[in-house]
């Protein structure tokens, strides 16, 4: 066989295409290079995956005592994220979050703000109803803030509301009081990402609290103005 004589004027030199890899200029096939962002399917399956994880948990005082798990309630598409405490009693009954007269409130202070409590996406630190409405002890606060992180993840909010101590306690620590550090901005960063957080009082609080309802109304104020200056539509 005659080998080819190299001419300078050869657009395409075979030595150098060999060189860089054949496949590596003639694959047709796309580069995934979406392969990470999150689709709708992918949210839905990691939340199932969650919620089996948290239902498959043992030795747990709160999920023996429970009648069943209470994991989310309203849109997991919404920039928004509100977390509270866990379940009361009739959250345990019906298997959703805030369906109480807490809830009540908090549906109020969102329509407040013109949230829709269905346009914005809700769930608690721990997702099963403490025996009697206790305070989840400090273990099991600890023992549920993995889900919790996990869950924040694949919601991905823009803005996270914590409401109340526990709330506050499963992400930022026990050792800081809620009424220094309500109110303000903050960032929470988990796996390397961070997410803007502000602190604010429980729902259950202001029922029993009504003089403190003013600084959740300068709170809502703040979030509100957050949602705006983001452009965030919710
Ligand atoms: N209080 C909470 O923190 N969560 C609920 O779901 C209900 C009451």
């Known amino acids: 066989m ?3 004589e190299k001419n300078q004027n050869d657009i395409i030199d075979q030595e150098l295409i060999n060189s860089f890899g054949i496949d590596y200029i003639f694959d047709s096939k796309p580069i995934n290079r979406l392969k990470n962002k999150p689709t709708i399917e ?39 994220m509100i977390i509270g405490e866990g379940p009361g009693q009739k959250e345990d009954e019906v298997g959703k979050p805030f369906v109480g007269d807490a809830g009540q409130l908090l549906n109020k202070m969102l329509a407040a703000i013109n949230l829709k409590r269905q346009n914005v996406y809700i769930t608690n630190v721990v ?15 600890n023992r549920y803030s993995e889900f919790l992180r996990e ?46 957080t502000m602190i604010t009082f429980h729902p259950a609080y202001l ?8 600084y959740s109304w300068a709170d809502l104020k703040e979030i509100k103005k957050k949602i705006n200056e983001l452009k965030l539509i919710i």
């Not at 949210?43 to 429970?66: G, P, Q």
Request: aromatic fraction near 6%.
């Open 127 to 141: 997702n099963y109803r403490p025996p009697k409405n206790r305070k989840p002890e400090l273990a099991e606060i």
């Open 207 to 214: 029922l029993r609290q009504a003089d403190q309802k003013k």
């Open 2 to 4: 005659i080998e080819r």
């Open 151 to 196: 869950h924040i993840t694949i919601i991905n909010p823009r803005i996270l509301i914590l409401m109340g101590s526990t709330a506050m306690e499963a992400l930022f620590g026990s050792k800081i009081k809620i009424s220094k550090e309500r109110g303000v901005w903050k960032e929470l960063i988990i796996n390397n990402k961070t997410y803007l």
């Open 42 to 80: 992918n949210v839905i399956s990691r939340l199932n995956d969650l919620k089996k994880k948290i239902i498959n948990i043992n030795n747990c005082n709160l999920k023996k005592n429970a009648t069943q798990i209470v994991f989310n309630d309203g849109d997991y598409k919404s920039p928004l």
